[in-house]
């Protein structure tokens, strides 16, 4: 298929795009300040337009998001520009160019209260409100929405994942602080790029929660990635999240998803948190 990803120079981007070029799509990219790929403003109307008129890819896949939660909080015009004005575009130029769209979401619309089902969302700081928002923009397109969290290696230049910050505190022996209070079900990237090869094959629009199985808080998550490298978590500190005092807007407590609407319509079985860390510490045991 032809695929174009949006966002492509990001984290996950950097990961997905060689992904589906080994599995033999036609990949092109495009973003902001990206470089080897098409050049957009996706704030920009006329030229996202353009751009999916011009290509008119089998699938786009949008990546693009503005992801820090303390500058969605204090700066929320700009989070709604990102999260959800750039989605419209997107999803508009999709409709027109006759294009699949495949748009990222959060876990973070969650707070477990009474379960996280899809129909279940209650966003509560304004980074999750935009997530929710730009979700209702991208099914106006048909498209297939994917709530998730991902951790594992990442190969970005400046970007790092949960895990890249465990691993580097290990291998500096340096202490942390870990949440005890915070549980969620995320997918190791490499996973989470196999899905989405799967996923683009059959296009079913909707909202699908896609996490792992048997969730668990932060701190049991830092604790188990340290033990499935064999290196000493002794540096580890539990806390709750507002002693850390290092997060001023508010977050949710469990994002732990129900993922069995995905598994029974994509015929896919995601695994357990516990077996996505065992795989992921097999890509930082080299650096040991």
Not at 171 to 192: A, W
Request: glycine share 8%; net charge negative; with cysteine.
């Amino acid at each position: 298929m032809k695929i174009l990803v949006l966002g492509a120079s990001g984290m996950l981007g950097s990961r997905l795009v060689p992904h589906l070029t080994d599995q033999g799509h036609e990949v092109l990219t495009a973003g902001r300040n990206h470089t080897g790929g098409i050049q957009i403003d996706l704030q920009d109307q006329a030229a996202t337009l353009a751009v999916a008129g011009g290509i008119c890819p089998d699938v786009a896949i949008n990546l693009v998001g503005m992801t820090d939660v303390e500058r969605c909080e204090s700066h929320p015009q700009e989070a709604w520009q990102a999260n959800v004005r750039s989605v419209e575009y997107i999803a508009n130029a999709c409709t027109k160019a006759g294009t699949h769209l495949v748009h990222l979401s959060t876990d973070q619309v969650y707070d477990s209260t009474p379960a996280c089902l899809e129909a279940n969302a209650c966003p509560g700081n304004h980074y999750a409100i935009t997530k929710y928002a730009g979700e209702l923009a991208a099914l106006r397109a048909g498209a297939t929405v994917l709530r998730t969290n991902f951790f594992g290696f990442s190969p970005h230049a400046t970007r790092r994942s949960l895990t890249d910050w465990i691993f580097s505190a290990l291998r500096e022996d340096r202490p942390i602080q870990v949440f005890e209070d915070v549980r969620f079900s995320p997918l190791d990237m490499g996973t989470l790029c196999s899905v989405i090869t799967e996923v683009i094959k059959y296009r079913h629009s909707g909202v699908f929660n896609l996490g792992s199985h048997e969730g668990m808080s932060k701190a049991d998550f830092a604790f188990a990635f340290a033990r499935a490298l064999g290196l000493s978590s002794a540096g580890f500190s539990r806390v709750n999240a507002e002693q850390s005092g290092l997060l001023k807007a508010w977050r949710p407590k469990d994002m732990c998803m129900d993922s069995r609407h995905f598994e029974a319509t994509f015929k896919l079985r995601l695994p357990t948190l516990q077996t996505e860390i065992e795989t992921s510490a097999k890509d930082y045991r080299a650096q040991i």
